[in-house]
């Protein structure tokens, strides 16, 4: 009987294993490899928070795209939505331990059905060391002194903790006020009442730090700092189309080209008193074709220029949760800073974080009782601490994209590429780590047509 690992068991994980045991045309052993306590959910479902919302509306969070309305109507089964008008339900958002729960149900499904797909599920909760291939083999040295062999691989790791910044002194980075993992309840809990707190970081990561901070009883100033300061927008006009752009968009390959139709469109909107918000919805379809068709030195440039605009557009907050962070700040409760951290020291007494102050132009200082890192993900493997995927990398089992956003591997097929350039065909990859190749790889809506993809190509070289 042929083998198959799956490496994570997060959604990504979790829906490719569905769909392997739905098509699935003979006998093979699927070994799910991954957490015991975020199995099925991975990070992003299974928060320290049930205040944690999506930040994508019911209607457009089914883990099957042939079947659109999957989640919608897994919620309006469940109790506490009984008699909740459908219309309504389809466009809120709702708590993410939830969506953790309908990937759970989903998983049990098709645990039932593998016995009759002749499908056996090895489940290991460890976490993969090493990797070694061998002609047609994949071996997995595993935290638990197990060695797993299989035909097929698949990396659906997500992503790697926040790197550390770049300062003088690395002492701080092993406090215990130092929380380089902001998912971890710990990042929000029994802080000193008495000082403030610091959050590295201005995205979506930090507003739901900056509220498990607030749940948790956390009553004194929050600041927050990063390069380009606080530009977390709302979700205003949800589910309203822009047809206009795609067909200009169309056959277009230069970055210059892109920004200037883009930025007369948004132009438009404005003029008619709305955002840029369905101006960039209605490129998402593109996103992944327009980015493959840049040049490396165009996503340079977009990166180093351009990301920093495109990110708040792109990735939304619910109206009532930017209207807390709005309150907040009100209240004197949470200060937004816009600069780059020079040094951090402690003593008995506090945190003294030395900073430039981007707006004011001067360097400044602030005294905290604890540092959070929500800086995002490290994407450089070579900077990625106790990481499977690093050798991986050193040996050359797979190789980094040019702008070492993820893995590089093949758009069509997802099999990852060696360090000579070569596809390997026994090693497939899924999710984040194709961020540099396609650049959108996070969201449900690509993940769950990945792990389509990548079941079939599975389920085709297993026949």
């Not at 994508?56 to 919620?75: C, K």
């Not at 090493?130 to 595993?142: H, I, M, N």
Request: proline residues 4%; charged residues 25%; contains cysteine.
């Amino acid at each position: 009987m042929r083998k198959l690992a799956i490496i994570g068991c997060g959604f990504s994980g979790t829906m490719t294993a569905v769909q392997l045991i739905k098509n699935a045309s003979q006998p093979f052993e699927l070994i799910m490899i991954g957490d015991r306590e975020t199995f099925n959910t991975g990070i992003a479902y299974n928060p320290y928070s049930k205040k944690q919302l999506l930040n994508v509306v019911t209607s457009r969070m089914s883990a099957f795209q042939d079947n659109p309305d999957d989640f919608l109507n897994w919620v309006s089964e469940l109790d506490e939505f009984s008699g909740t008008d459908k219309g309504i339900l389809a466009n809120a958002f709702l708590p993410r331990y939830l969506y953790g729960q309908y990937l759970r149900d989903i998983w049990k499904k098709a645990v039932q059905s593998s016995e009759a797909q002749k499908v056996k599920i090895t489940i290991i909760h460890a976490a993969v060391l090493d990797v070694d291939v061998s002609g047609d083999e994949v071996t997995l040295v595993l935290d638990n002194d197990e060695k797993v062999k299989a035909q097929y691989c698949v990396i659906a790791t997500g992503n790697q903790l926040p790197g550390n910044i770049d300062i003088k002194d690395k002492h701080f980075f092993s406090s215990a006020n130092y929380y380089r993992n902001p998912w971890d309840v710990s990042a929000v809990s029994n802080h000193d009442p008495t000082a403030p707190v610091l959050i590295l970081g201005n995205g979506l990561t930090m507003a739901d730090t900056v509220l498990g901070l607030v749940e948790n009883g956390f009553g004194n100033k929050i600041y927050t700092l990063s390069p380009h300061g606080y530009s977390i927008l709302p979700h205003k006009h949800p589910g309203i189309g822009y047809a206009a752009i795609k067909e200009e968009l169309q056959g277009k390959r230069s970055l210059y080209d892109i920004v200037r139709i883009v930025s007369k469109h948004i132009r438009v909107a404005r003029k008619l008193g709305f955002t840029a918000e369905p101006i960039i919805d209605a490129i998402r379809p593109l996103t992944q074709k327009l980015w493959q068709n840049l040049t490396d030195q165009e996503k340079r440039i977009f990166l180093s220029r351009l990301k920093h605009l495109w990110d708040p557009v792109r990735h939304r907050i619910p109206m009532h949760i930017h209207d807390k962070l709005g309150q907040l700040t009100e209240k004197g409760k949470l200060d937004q800073y816009a600069g780059k951290v020079l040094e951090i020291t402690e003593n008995e007494r506090n945190i003294r974080v030395r900073f430039f102050d981007i707006k004011q132009k001067v360097e400044t200082e602030m005294l905290v009782s604890a540092v959070i890192n929500c800086t995002g993900p490290v994407t450089d493997l070579v900077k990625a601490e106790s990481s499977f995927l690093k050798e991986c990398l050193i040996k050359g089992i797979i190789r980094q994209d040019d702008l070492k956003l993820g893995i590089m591997a093949d758009p069509s097929t997802f099999e990852v590429f060696n360090g000579v350039n070569e596809p390997q065909k026994n090693i497939l990859v899924i999710g984040s780590l194709l961020k540099g190749v396609l650049w959108e790889s996070t969201a449900v809506k690509e993940l769950r047509e990945q792990s389509e993809t990548v079941a079939r190509q599975l389920v085709n070289k297993m026949m």
